[in-house]
């Protein structure tokens, strides 16, 4: 069991620019989260696969955020026209959702600075 | 809507001494109950959690933590604190039966003094 990976662990990117980020869960986890955590505060949940559907979106993604799970497997973040305000930490984490294991497992994040 | 307050921003305790994080939550029912722990840089990694059943629940590194359904409490405790276990600890709180959106406190900063 290697753990939740993500994927640059820093990113810094002028504001209007696109950004994606990659998650990797543990296998075979069904369900991953993505939360983002601005400094001290605890992360705020943005959205949650089941496998490679999309089940529930938080109202903090807006328009300009998308994420996908293709075959179910790892997951991409996208930032579209980056603003000052998406500055934070970008936190994945996944569950086995089933048996009544659904505790989230958490990657070590992805820190986004927007200059 | 659920929510989850941990009233100590920062606390300080020497090496050694007993620890109690609290935690409130509110939500509609009982909800499932977690406690995390984040060190500088690093994601979360999950102490404890309770579902069901006792009410006293053990977790990693000698943590313990206790619900309470008439305070809407969920407080952690180590009887003994060492120097590694200054971090940063989170409360969060998921729906029964899928605990799909966690909703976290904003965290108890804590540090140990030698």
């Known amino acids: 069991d290697t753990g939740v990976s993500q994927d640059p662990r820093h990113k810094i990117t002028k504001r209007g620019q696109n950004v994606t980020f990659r998650c990797d869960p543990i296998s075979e986890h069904n369900r991953l989260y993505w939360y983002r955590q601005t400094l001290g505060q605890g992360p705020e949940f943005l959205t949650y696969f089941q496998n490679e559907a999309q089940l529930e979106k938080s109202r903090l993604l807006s328009d300009r955020f998308s994420a996908e799970r293709p075959k179910g497997s790892f997951s991409t973040l996208e930032i579209q026209r980056t603003e000052q305000g998406d500055s934070a930490m970008y936190l994945c984490a996944s569950s086995p959702g089933d048996r009544g294991r659904y505790e989230q497992y958490f990657g070590p994040g992805t820190r986004l600075t927007v200059t | 809507a659920q929510s989850v307050t941990q009233p100590d921003i920062h606390i300080t305790v020497s090496e050694g001494a007993s620890l109690e994080l609290r935690c409130n939550y509110s939500y509609g029912a009982t909800p499932y109950l977690f406690w995390y722990v984040q060190s500088p840089g690093q994601g979360l990694q999950l102490l404890l959690k309770?579902?069901?059943?006792?009410?006293l629940v053990q977790g990693i590194k000698g943590f313990e933590a206790e619900f309470k359904r008439s305070q809407s409490s969920f407080n952690l405790r180590k009887p003994s604190v060492h120097w590694s276990d200054a971090a940063e600890y989170f409360c969060?709180?998921?729906?029964?039966?899928?605990?799909?959106?966690?909703?976290f406190g904003s965290g108890t900063q804590l540090t140990v003094l030698p």
């Open positions: 969060a709180v998921g729906a029964p039966g899928s605990a799909r959106q966690l909703t």
């Open positions: 309770y579902f069901s059943g006792d009410t």
